[in-house]
């Protein structure tokens, strides 16, 4: 099979035939993979800009932008992103300069490191490392040390209650994302992104794609919750609770700045998208047809590539439709959901996963599944429902 | 190739660096960070030497992590010390608080 | 759990005894949660409000001195701008002041059109207040369905006064004119549009369970507390006290009409949201009464060109939106009054902000101001 | 020189830099954000020492905990933008000696005592070796790591609890 990391042997060999020292292709290859990665996360971070515009207008019966460029304002987000980048550089005087400046950049270095291992379709992977999901979870951690680092130093006390509710959330969802990750790991036996993926290429049953999605539905359920609060939208978006912290963390920047933190938003939902997506959702299986005229791999590629596409940004209108739909928890509320109920389920989910492949039985997957879940759900239910408090006693 | 030496002595650099933070530094925080730098400055040496002794089947990596795990878990409770302290004295400089020397 | 509470000058845990350190956050007069130009100074431990000062009087403008040099006439326009939200109710509640003063009886149809008009106006001040609300809660699309709403009531207004906000459209002795032909037909139409988005609201909204958990027991204020400042409206209902102008002190013709007056006993701003929704239906309810019952005849009594009460003072009171609204005027018998006072109800129930607000977290303090329901206008006069 | 070794100077100095502002530094937010930078070095290093898996875990364990929980801690402690006049305490001389004694005793140790070993070109995959380890070899140790996280658990909610 045709793959990227053949294709660069293939070229590095080319050069070495030319005579030409390895760090010259090794550097080209490296420009290229970047460029081609920012210019992907920036083309689809204005338009997934533009559809939560317009995903929000058609939830609240109205239009959205309709002007700019013609049809349906598609190129408001590049007038919005023109515009930012024409604004006036910003830094307030009692910041501590150096690190005000370097929070954007850590916070979007962060994101765009994580593409390293977005399996887009067969074979087509910057790097397929053996950690892949490992490295995945790993770096986008790294966005919470520039958020911190911002609302430090701001100095804005606006912005540091965002960085110290961040630095809170970020350690509390980080460690159920980890748990519900471990599941189809474990299923699969690997980390590696690509091999999770050809791990779900069978089907259930017969019937069912061999998505982890379906014996692992808690492991979703509870990956879907932590990825929503590691993004920061709502209902967990307590970082920048504009109604509360104004903006929170990034309340004093502007310009340049502010886009790459809002660019990063956006970059980031599309790589907990992504990993939900690889781990989950089937990565780039998908029914194709082979084209004529193409090669039965090129076909079987471009088809995982529409598909991978496909689904992350399913997800990602998921999200936009939770944030447009949903009121905003409370600090104590968003740590409590996750140290009492996603922390638990997601070990019991663990359990529950470990114990059946000992038992080598994959029917079990679902009836252990379908278990923890109504576990969940009853755990859920017999909850005490939203306390009414009576008349003068005080919480 | 790197000599082995070289990781050794990185690691050395660190770890002195790490001792004399933990030694010098007012703030209880920054000690706390001066013990992590000296941490990985042990790490540094255990996985450089997994790397080049491939006969002790990577135990160097294992301790490593052992080593972050019980940094994890010291660096928890020493900052859970630390707010205690602050709770109590309103500063976290270790030189002040010396209620128990005479 | 254990909470702060403010001693003197220090700050002590209820339990242990603890001194803490604090925080001094100003909210305010620029934030997009204090709707309007209110400042609140929060006092922090961590996110915990230890105690909140409201600062009032950037929307000061001296409404009470210029009603003393304006005839009774000349003051309707400037009580539009009391509660620019129920512009409507604030007219209603000060010729109904004056012509209590001179005990004038009005036109029976031109009674109808004013509870028609005020109720409708109770329609829209608690459709923007719960638009705004659930903005505050981070819902953002509650506040766009509000609004829809609130534009077709805001086109009856349209329709009727030609004014959209500020409609000044009672006069003391009746109405300037009568409904447009169009009009009665257009408000069943608006009415039998809107009962079916209550359940849409509640959706969106009451049925929400993160909702929910945000506004249930945060912000109480016990009865005794109520009564203590003086609340009034939904505020002083959501505590379980049954108080409603209306009802308690009937002015108008409101004890022509069946309604109920939903009482709510948890005192939280979930008591208080519940009773802002519930009087929406009961405001429908009146409306479609007084549509039915709606008499003809003139809508304007005979009055005399400059009106000059006789010597003598009134405190006459009505409920809008926010509650009780009342105006005490002493007349000289000449055509400017001696004395104009305006008791605002947002001014009141915000007094008891700070009592509400101790031991709550940054993010109750702004469900428990939403739930307070201010408009700046009136706090400040 | 060949690039693996130029890499290694670099990512040494870069270290060693982060590792002096953390020690030296005035302003203690700067020290923990040199800190994480110092960290994300030493991942670097334990990449280039074929270790990715451990790497990863330094980059989760490392900068997304223990350093955020480290600048959670400042936040709470000390005022914004607050720089102490004296960092350091009065024994200053006495460890610098103590750390450049050491310094130089590990130096010697690490050039003298220790052949010239280059290892193998490269490791196999390690992480399901180390996975294999840990259960096996070194399950007991393991178990008692193990233990020790949840004794730290357990002090820390207690010592941090306000009641």
């Given at each position: 099979m045709m793959t990227f990391a053949s294709l660069v042997e293939r070229f590095y060999a080319a050069m070495a035939a030319w005579g030409i020292p390895w760090i010259v292709p090794t550097l080209i290859v490296m420009v290229i993979v970047v460029s081609v990665v920012l210019a992907y996360i920036s083309v689809a971070a204005m338009f997934m800009i533009w559809w939560e515009r317009k995903i929000s207008a058609h939830i609240q019966v109205r239009y959205g932008p309709m002007r700019v460029g013609g049809w349906h304002g598609w190129a408001q987000s590049i007038a919005d992103g023109i515009k930012l980048l024409l604004k006036e550089d910003l830094i307030p005087a009692g910041a501590d300069k150096v690190v005000f400046v370097l929070a954007p950049m850590v916070v979007f270095g962060a994101t765009v490191a994580?593409?390293?291992?977005?399996?887009?379709?067969?074979?087509?992977?910057v790097r397929d490392l053996n950690i892949g999901i490992l490295y995945m979870v790993s770096i986008s951690s790294l966005v919470v040390v520039g958020i911190i680092m911002a609302g430090w130093s701001s100095n804005n006390k606006y912005a540091t209650l965002g960085a110290l509710r961040s630095a809170a959330q970020a350690v509390s969802y980080e460690v159920p994302l980890v748990l519900s990750l471990l599941g189809p790991v474990m299923i699969a036996g690997t980390m590696s992104m690509g091999k999770l993926v050809e791990a779900q290429s069978g089907r259930w049953f017969g019937v069912l794609p061999g998505w982890f999605v379906f014996p692992q539905i808690v492991a979703f359920l509870i990956y879907f919750t932590c990825a929503l609060a590691e993004c920061n939208r709502l209902p967990f978006d307590i970082p920048e609770a504009e109604s509360e912290l104004v903006a929170g963390f990034h309340v004093e920047y502007s310009g340049m700045r502010f886009a790459m933190f809002f660019l990063a938003e956006y970059a980031n939902m599309f790589v907990v998208s992504a990993i939900a997506t690889t781990v989950f959702l089937g990565g780039w299986h998908g029914p194709w047809i082979p084209l004529p005229g193409l090669p039965r791999e090129v076909a079987h590629g471009l088809f995982g590539l529409v598909w991978f596409q496909v689904k992350c940004y399913f997800l990602i209108f998921v999200m936009m439709w939770l944030r447009w739909t949903l009121a905003r928890l409370r600090v104590d509320q968003l740590m409590a959901f996750a140290w009492k109920v996603l922390l638990p389920i997601s070990f019991a989910n663990l359990i529950v996963t470990g114990l059946v492949l000992v038992l080598g039985k994959q029917a079990l997957l679902y009836v252990g599944g379908i278990a923890i879940l109504l576990l969940a759900a009853i755990l859920l239910a017999a909850r005490p429902a939203a306390r009414t408090v009576r008349v003068g006693e005080r919480t | 190739m790197i000599p082995l030496s070289h990781y050794l002595i990185l690691g050395g650099i660190i770890f002195s660096l790490g001792v004399f933070g933990a030694l010098t530094r007012r703030n209880a925080i920054a000690i706390l960070m001066s013990i992590e730098l000296m941490l990985n400055g042990v790490n540094l040496n255990f996985i450089a030497f997994a790397r080049y002794l491939p006969q002790t089947m990577l135990q160097g990596q294992v301790f490593a992590i052992f080593v972050i795990t019980v940094a994890a878990a010291e660096a928890v409770v020493g900052l859970a010390i630390v707010l205690g302290l602050y709770r109590n004295f309103k500063t976290v400089n270790v030189d002040e608080i010396n209620l128990m020397k005479w | 759990m254990d909470r702060p509470i403010p001693i003197g000058t220090t700050v002590v845990m209820e339990r242990t005894g603890e001194t803490m350190e604090e925080m001094y956050v100003n909210m305010g007069p620029q934030h997009p949660s204090t709707h309007g130009v209110l400042r609140l100074m929060l006092k922090l431990d961590g996110e915990y409000i230890i105690d909140c000062i409201p600062y009032i009087g950037y929307l000061h403008r001296c409404h009470e001195k210029i009603g003393e040099n304006r005839n009774y006439t000349q003051i309707i326009p400037y009580t539009d701008r009391l509660d620019y939200l129920a512009s409507m109710s604030m007219n209603f509640g000060y010729v109904l002041a004056v012509e209590r003063l001179m005990g004038q009886k009005i036109p029976e149809r031109a009674e109808y059109m004013r509870v028609i008009l005020a109720e409708l106006q109770r329609i829209a001040s608690h459709l923007i207040w719960l638009g705004t609300f659930g903005l505050d809660l981070g819902n953002f699309t509650i506040f766009m369905y509000c609004f829809r709403e609130r534009e077709m009531i805001l086109d009856l207004f349209e329709s009727v006064t030609g004014q959209r906000l500020n409609y000044s459209f009672y006069r003391i002795g009746g109405m300037p004119m009568d409904f447009p032909e169009t009009f009665l037909t257009d408000c069943q139409v608006f009415l039998t549009w809107f009962k079916p988005r209550l359940p849409e609201y509640d959706a969106i909204m009451t049925d929400n369970i993160l909702f929910q958990k945000r506004v249930q027991g945060v912000g109480i204020s016990p009865p005794q507390v109520a009564v203590d400042y003086g609340l009034s409206g939904p505020m002083l209902r959501a505590c379980g006290i049954k108080w409603d102008l209306r009802r308690n002190d009937p002015y108008s013709i409101y004890d022509r009409f069946e309604f109920d007056i939903p009482v709510f006993d948890t005192c939280d701003v979930w008591a208080r949201y519940m009773v802002r929704r519930k009087e929406m239906e009961e405001s429908v309810k009146i409306v479609e009464q007084a549509l039915a019952q709606l008499p003809p005849g003139e809508v304007m009594a005979k009055m005399p060109k400059t009106i000059k009460p006789p010597a003598g003072q009134i405190y006459s009171r009505a409920e809008s939106p926010r509650g009780e609204i009342g105006f005490y005027i002493i007349s000289d018998g000449s055509p400017k009054p001696y004395r104009y006072k305006v008791r605002s109800p947002a001014y009141v129930n915000l007094s008891a902000l700070p009592e509400m607000l101790k031991g709550c977290l940054v993010a109750d303090c702004v469900a428990v101001l939403g739930s307070v329901d201010i408009v700046l206008g009136e706090v400040d006069r | 020189m060949t690039l693996k070794l130029g890499i290694f100077y670099f990512l040494a100095a870069f270290t060693v830099w982060a590792a002096a502002v953390v020690v030296l530094g005035k302003n203690i937010v700067r020290a923990a954000v040199a800190l994480i930078f110092g960290f994300c070095g030493m991942a670097a290093l334990y990449v280039l020492l074929d270790a990715e898996f451990l790497a990863a875990v330094q980059v989760l364990i490392y900068v997304g905990g223990i350093t955020i929980l480290l600048l959670f801690a400042i936040m709470l402690t000390s005022r914004i933008g607050a720089t102490t006049a004296r960092v350091v305490n009065d024994q200053v001389i006495l460890s610098a000696m103590a750390a450049v004694g050491l310094l130089v005793g590990l130096i010697y140790a690490s050039t003298s005592g220790i052949p010239a070993m280059s290892g193998p070109p490269r490791l196999p995959e390690t992480t399901p070796f180390l996975g294999r380890a840990l259960l096996t070899t070194y399950a007991l140790p393991f178990e008692a790591v193990s233990v020790l996280l949840l004794a730290a658990m357990v002090g820390a909610i207690i010592l941090a609890r306000k009641e």
């Amino acid at each position: 099979m045709m793959t990227f990391a053949s294709l660069v042997e293939r070229f590095y060999a080319a050069m070495a035939a030319w005579g030409i020292p390895w760090i010259v292709p090794t550097l080209i290859v490296m420009v290229i993979v970047v460029s081609v990665v920012l210019a992907y996360i920036s083309v689809a971070a204005m338009f997934m800009i533009w559809w939560e515009r317009k995903i929000s207008a058609h939830i609240q019966v109205r239009y959205g932008p309709m002007r700019v460029g013609g049809w349906h304002g598609w190129a408001q987000s590049i007038a919005d992103g023109i515009k930012l980048l024409l604004k006036e550089d910003l830094i307030p005087a009692g910041a501590d300069k150096v690190v005000f400046v370097l929070a954007p950049m850590v916070v979007f270095g962060a994101t765009v490191a994580a593409y390293v291992t977005i399996p887009w379709a067969p074979g087509l992977i910057v790097r397929d490392l053996n950690i892949g999901i490992l490295y995945m979870v790993s770096i986008s951690s790294l966005v919470v040390v520039g958020i911190i680092m911002a609302g430090w130093s701001s100095n804005n006390k606006y912005a540091t209650l965002g960085a110290l509710r961040s630095a809170a959330q970020a350690v509390s969802y980080e460690v159920p994302l980890v748990l519900s990750l471990l599941g189809p790991v474990m299923i699969a036996g690997t980390m590696s992104m690509g091999k999770l993926v050809e791990a779900q290429s069978g089907r259930w049953f017969g019937v069912l794609p061999g998505w982890f999605v379906f014996p692992q539905i808690v492991a979703f359920l509870i990956y879907f919750t932590c990825a929503l609060a590691e993004c920061n939208r709502l209902p967990f978006d307590i970082p920048e609770a504009e109604s509360e912290l104004v903006a929170g963390f990034h309340v004093e920047y502007s310009g340049m700045r502010f886009a790459m933190f809002f660019l990063a938003e956006y970059a980031n939902m599309f790589v907990v998208s992504a990993i939900a997506t690889t781990v989950f959702l089937g990565g780039w299986h998908g029914p194709w047809i082979p084209l004529p005229g193409l090669p039965r791999e090129v076909a079987h590629g471009l088809f995982g590539l529409v598909w991978f596409q496909v689904k992350c940004y399913f997800l990602i209108f998921v999200m936009m439709w939770l944030r447009w739909t949903l009121a905003r928890l409370r600090v104590d509320q968003l740590m409590a959901f996750a140290w009492k109920v996603l922390l638990p389920i997601s070990f019991a989910n663990l359990i529950v996963t470990g114990l059946v492949l000992v038992l080598g039985k994959q029917a079990l997957l679902y009836v252990g599944g379908i278990a923890i879940l109504l576990l969940a759900a009853i755990l859920l239910a017999a909850r005490p429902a939203a306390r009414t408090v009576r008349v003068g006693e005080r919480t | 190739m790197i000599p082995l030496s070289h990781y050794l002595i990185l690691g050395g650099i660190i770890f002195s660096l790490g001792v004399f933070g933990a030694l010098t530094r007012r703030n209880a925080i920054a000690i706390l960070m001066s013990i992590e730098l000296m941490l990985n400055g042990v790490n540094l040496n255990f996985i450089a030497f997994a790397r080049y002794l491939p006969q002790t089947m990577l135990q160097g990596q294992v301790f490593a992590i052992f080593v972050i795990t019980v940094a994890a878990a010291e660096a928890v409770v020493g900052l859970a010390i630390v707010l205690g302290l602050y709770r109590n004295f309103k500063t976290v400089n270790v030189d002040e608080i010396n209620l128990m020397k005479w | 759990m254990d909470r702060p509470i403010p001693i003197g000058t220090t700050v002590v845990m209820e339990r242990t005894g603890e001194t803490m350190e604090e925080m001094y956050v100003n909210m305010g007069p620029q934030h997009p949660s204090t709707h309007g130009v209110l400042r609140l100074m929060l006092k922090l431990d961590g996110e915990y409000i230890i105690d909140c000062i409201p600062y009032i009087g950037y929307l000061h403008r001296c409404h009470e001195k210029i009603g003393e040099n304006r005839n009774y006439t000349q003051i309707i326009p400037y009580t539009d701008r009391l509660d620019y939200l129920a512009s409507m109710s604030m007219n209603f509640g000060y010729v109904l002041a004056v012509e209590r003063l001179m005990g004038q009886k009005i036109p029976e149809r031109a009674e109808y059109m004013r509870v028609i008009l005020a109720e409708l106006q109770r329609i829209a001040s608690h459709l923007i207040w719960l638009g705004t609300f659930g903005l505050d809660l981070g819902n953002f699309t509650i506040f766009m369905y509000c609004f829809r709403e609130r534009e077709m009531i805001l086109d009856l207004f349209e329709s009727v006064t030609g004014q959209r906000l500020n409609y000044s459209f009672y006069r003391i002795g009746g109405m300037p004119m009568d409904f447009p032909e169009t009009f009665l037909t257009d408000c069943q139409v608006f009415l039998t549009w809107f009962k079916p988005r209550l359940p849409e609201y509640d959706a969106i909204m009451t049925d929400n369970i993160l909702f929910q958990k945000r506004v249930q027991g945060v912000g109480i204020s016990p009865p005794q507390v109520a009564v203590d400042y003086g609340l009034s409206g939904p505020m002083l209902r959501a505590c379980g006290i049954k108080w409603d102008l209306r009802r308690n002190d009937p002015y108008s013709i409101y004890d022509r009409f069946e309604f109920d007056i939903p009482v709510f006993d948890t005192c939280d701003v979930w008591a208080r949201y519940m009773v802002r929704r519930k009087e929406m239906e009961e405001s429908v309810k009146i409306v479609e009464q007084a549509l039915a019952q709606l008499p003809p005849g003139e809508v304007m009594a005979k009055m005399p060109k400059t009106i000059k009460p006789p010597a003598g003072q009134i405190y006459s009171r009505a409920e809008s939106p926010r509650g009780e609204i009342g105006f005490y005027i002493i007349s000289d018998g000449s055509p400017k009054p001696y004395r104009y006072k305006v008791r605002s109800p947002a001014y009141v129930n915000l007094s008891a902000l700070p009592e509400m607000l101790k031991g709550c977290l940054v993010a109750d303090c702004v469900a428990v101001l939403g739930s307070v329901d201010i408009v700046l206008g009136e706090v400040d006069r | 020189m060949t690039l693996k070794l130029g890499i290694f100077y670099f990512l040494a100095a870069f270290t060693v830099w982060a590792a002096a502002v953390v020690v030296l530094g005035k302003n203690i937010v700067r020290a923990a954000v040199a800190l994480i930078f110092g960290f994300c070095g030493m991942a670097a290093l334990y990449v280039l020492l074929d270790a990715e898996f451990l790497a990863a875990v330094q980059v989760l364990i490392y900068v997304g905990g223990i350093t955020i929980l480290l600048l959670f801690a400042i936040m709470l402690t000390s005022r914004i933008g607050a720089t102490t006049a004296r960092v350091v305490n009065d024994q200053v001389i006495l460890s610098a000696m103590a750390a450049v004694g050491l310094l130089v005793g590990l130096i010697y140790a690490s050039t003298s005592g220790i052949p010239a070993m280059s290892g193998p070109p490269r490791l196999p995959e390690t992480t399901p070796f180390l996975g294999r380890a840990l259960l096996t070899t070194y399950a007991l140790p393991f178990e008692a790591v193990s233990v020790l996280l949840l004794a730290a658990m357990v002090g820390a909610i207690i010592l941090a609890r306000k009641e």
